[in-house]
DNA sequence: GTAGTTGCAAAGTTTTTGCACTCTT
DNA sequence: AAGAGTGCAAAAACTTTGCAACTAC
């Protein structure tokens, strides 16, 4: 994904917050502002803990609950995408509706790497038509091992984190 | 999915649990056969509670734990699989390996039906090659509208249940 | 008898909510 | 000034864990 493309989808997504906030009558305050643009700055999947640790960088009174709120109004424009890979926590992403892609995850490193693939996208369309359901959206996931885990030493990455899936 | 297959599938779930038990010297107590013949007897996807309810109706002084345990070493035998669909609850579904399977859910009704899709499985492995992982397992849900939701009057199964992704 | 199991209650996690105070509009 | 937004702490929802009593082997 060329920095291009990457400039103008958060030139978009600015504009749709701005359109959102609008609707909803919104306040544009200190916090809020600071939360979307680390959010919009970011490009992996982040917990909330991790987005409130690069807000309280800047701004160290900010609160878990306004974090919470704001990713909320962010998933509600269609800005984030909430995902829990197989483990309890949320993770959150920057993504525009129309940039939709799955994710590969590592079991041993949990490294997250993003893929798109068209073909699966229309079988899923077509699945979706023979049961009669009007699609709205999907979460593909795969688990795996990464190349590095593969190697007698195991990932350099890999560390003790929660639970994936077996 | 016919009578024969389930039935099978069962049969060979039995026998998989046998084998995980004596290898992990599980004692075969009633708590722990009640539960387990109360899950491979299900068909659906069913949380904690759920199960905890029926296995109460049997015996009602069994503790959450103890299904939270049980559940836990069907999982790890590969009998059981977990899923949340898009909501905080994890659901238990019996599902064997070879048997793997893919969900749609109504964001309306919350229905969850199943597919398999031979096609999406071959496309998965080349993606996961390409990027150089082996794969182990993978999570594929589709959201969408049945048809009953999709009728003025609504699908009559909806309730507000907790939420699923936007 | 030994050691795995159970049920309870307490503790842990992650997320939501109530409320008094603050800030935007 | 009105009321949306914030931060804190308490509550909620879900799951795990410590422990004394129990039970399979």
Redesign the pocket.
């Known amino acids: 994904m060329g920095a291009d493309l990457k400039i103008s989808a958060r030139k978009r997504a600015e504009k749709i917050w701005a359109a959102y906030a609008k609707a909803?009558?919104?306040?544009?305050?200190?916090?809020?502002t600071l939360i979307c643009d680390i959010f919009l700055e970011s490009t992996g999947h982040y917990?909330?803990?991790d987005l409130l640790a690069k807000v309280r960088a800047r701004?160290p009174?900010?609160?878990?609950?306004?974090v919470?709120?704001?990713l909320?109004h962010l998933v509600d424009a269609n800005i984030a995408r909430e995902s829990?890979f197989g483990d309890?926590?949320?993770r959150y992403e920057f993504a525009l509706d129309d940039q939709h892609h799955d994710h590969i995850i590592c079991l041993d490193c949990h490294a997250i790497l993003e893929f798109e693939n068209e073909e699966i996208e229309i079988l899923q369309d077509r699945i979706a038509e023979g049961l009669h359901f009007r699609l709205e959206d999907h979460r593909l996931e795969l688990f795996g091992r990464c190349e590095l885990a593969k190697t007698k030493k195991g990932c350099p990455r890999a560390k003790d984190k929660?639970?994936m899936p077996s």
Do not use: E, H
């Open positions: 909803q009558a919104l306040r544009s305050t200190n916090q809020r917990t909330v803990d701004d009174k900010v609160g878990y609950a306004t919470y709120r704001t909320k829990n309890t926590v949320t929660p639970g």
